[in-house]
């Protein structure tokens, strides 16, 4: 069996790669994830999902 790994994504991207990669490990459109994104950062003013994106860039491995 084949475990299924979490990788940011080369082609779908428009920063990191992180809303594509997630996109692709839970078959969602990766636009939706933006724009959740956009909708949390504006709930949290921004500072505290920035951070989780820039952690989520760091840790979250490059798709090889």
């Given at each position: ?47 505290g999902t ?15």
């Amino acid at each position: 069996m084949d475990a299924k790994r979490l990788y940011r994504s080369r082609h779908n991207r428009m920063i990191c790669g992180i809303c594509g990669g997630l996109g692709e490990f839970f078959g969602i459109d990766p636009t939706i994830l933006r724009l959740l994104l956009v909708v949390i950062a504006f709930c949290t003013a921004i500072f505290g999902t920035a951070i989780a994106y820039l952690i989520a860039a760091v840790i979250i491995p490059e798709e090889p």
